[in-house]
């Protein structure tokens, strides 16, 4: 099945300065990537999401970029803020066929805490 | 568009007791729904896969005769954690898509406390 590592697990900036969380992947029939936001006790927001048919996909100060080759795909958080602090999962699952289809198999989260 | 609706929100309970947690999409009809399991601090674990008018599929380690599954209708899935125990204290999370190819969306989630 499928396998995602996500890094680094803990991640402090300052407000203003880019955030960028990193994730692998091991399925290469995996081709849909989201990114969640999770506050404290609250459900995961999708925030952002990419297809294996782009390589980079922008919306206002969140972007994200895949490279399907080395199997690895990325969240860019420019202009931070404190309201930004959360945790962050990445998530892979292939959209079509197979036992595995739309599962999302999770990375285990990064903590964002974005000093004012 | 996309709300998802998951009830109760907290539960505690004494150990044995049966509870059945409620996952409704709001504004659409989800063929698919998934429940997950969060321990703190921990990643979201998929437990099974739940789609309208069939058997649930579940995970490789979850025990299908304890956590009962249904999904009756094309806007509401149910989880019945069945002679709960202290271990299944838990936060349990559904979501709900209206295919495989758009985005899940989450509940609320549903804290078990089981004493």
């Known amino acids: 099945g499928e396998n995602v590592e996500q890094h680094p697990s803990t991640l402090s900036v300052q407000e203003g300065d880019s955030a960028v969380i990193k994730c692998t992947y091991s399925d290469s029939a995996s081709n849909y990537f989201p990114w969640y936001k999770q506050e404290l006790g609250k459900r995961p927001q999708l925030i952002i999401d990419i297809r294996s048919n782009v390589g980079e996909k922008k919306d206002q100060r969140i972007a994200v970029t895949l490279n399907k080759t080395a199997k690895h795909f990325s969240l860019h958080i420019t202009e931070t803020q404190p309201e930004d602090s959360a945790v962050y999962f990445c998530a892979a699952t292939p959209e079509a066929g197979g036992t595995s289809y739309g599962k999302l198999t999770f990375g285990q989260g990064t903590i964002l805490t974005v000093h004012p | 568009g996309a709300v998802v609706s998951q009830h109760p929100s907290w539960v505690i309970c004494k150990s044995g007791t049966s509870v059945k947690i409620e996952c409704r999409s709001l504004d659409f009809q989800a063929t698919t729904m998934f429940w997950y399991r969060q321990f703190p601090k921990q990643s979201l674990m998929l437990m099974a896969t739940?789609?309208?008018?069939?058997?649930?599929?579940?995970e490789q380690g979850v025990e299908k005769d304890k956590f009962l599954i249904n999904h009756a209708s094309l806007t509401l899935s149910t989880l019945t954690v069945t002679s709960a125990h202290p271990e299944d204290s838990s936060f349990y999370i559904c979501?709900?898509?209206?295919?495989?190819?758009?985005?899940?969306?989450f509940g609320d989630g549903t804290r078990l406390s089981i004493l």
């Open positions: 739940s789609n309208e008018g069939s058997k649930a599929t579940y």
């Open positions: 979501s709900a898509s209206r295919d495989s190819h758009q985005p899940q969306h």
